[in-house]
Every structure is written in structure tokens, then in C-alpha cells.
């Protein structure tokens, strides 16, 4: 069992930055690929950007290549989201999910967090 919690959300400008955090639980959390998936109103969840337990691999969708940045802190159970040049089209709930493997689909995830609200103001 793996149980996640958000922080970081908030309302920014058009050209801001935020950086997300996702703290897990649990002793195994390394053995975890770690996402974050968003939600925009009326839309389904997308897939954002996703880090192997080891963080030798990352994977990002083409919508947020070149401004945001998925890492993760293993001795502190952790994962971040840096989003920087964000856009209006960005504001979406954020979650955080973890499977074991990695993978880009959110309906592959095991666990998932509450979410944080990010707005983005043009």
C-alpha cells in the first residue's frame, strides 16, 4: 500500500513557476515509477510526466517537453514537478500516481493522490 500527498498547487501568471511535491509512504518507494497525470474541467486525465524508481529514465508528454521537470528524492520518499513558462492551457488538478512500472498511461496506475489545483492567469 502506497499512499500519496500533493502539495505545491496554487495560482500563478502566464510565464510563472510552481514546483509540485508528492510525498509517499511506505519503505518501497523506490521500487515505485513515480507520474503526475492533470485534469483539466471536461477533459479526461492526461498523462504529464512520469520517473523510473531509480530515476534513470523520465518521460514527458509533448504538451510540457522543454518546461517541466519530474524528479524524485528517494531517501525522502518524494517526487517534484518543476513547471516552468507555464500557460494558461496548464491549469488542471495535478495528481501524483505510482505503479511499479513505468508507464505513461494514467489507467495503468496502482495509487494515486487527492490532487493540487494549479491555476495559470493570462
Known amino acids: 500500500q502506497v499512499q500519496l500527498v500533493e502539495s505545491g498547487g496554487g495560482l500563478v501568471q502566464a510565464g510563472g513557476s510552481l514546483r509540485l511535491s508528492c510525498a509517499a509512504s511506505g519503505r518501497t518507494f523506490n521500487n515505485y515509477a513515480m507520474g503526475w497525470c492533470r485534469q483539466a474541467p471536461g477533459k479526461e486525465r492526461e498523462f504529464v510526466a512520469v520517473?523510473?524508481?531509480?530515476?534513470?529514465?523520465?518521460y514527458y508528454a509533448d504538451s510540457v517537453k522543454g518546461r517541466f521537470t519530474i524528479s524524485r528524492d528517494n531517501a525522502k520518499n518524494t517526487v517534484y514537478l518543476q513547471m516552468n513558462s507555464l500557460k494558461p492551457e496548464d491549469t488542471a488538478v495535478y495528481y501524483c500516481?505510482?505503479?511499479?512500472?513505468?508507464?505513461?498511461?494514467?489507467?495503468?496506475?496502482?495509487?494515486w493522490g487527492q490532487g493540487t489545483q494549479v491555476t495559470v492567469s493570462s
Open positions: 520517473i523510473s524508481g531509480n530515476s534513470g529514465r523520465t
Open positions: 500516481a505510482a505503479n511499479p512500472l513505468i508507464t505513461r498511461e494514467p489507467a495503468r496506475y496502482d495509487y
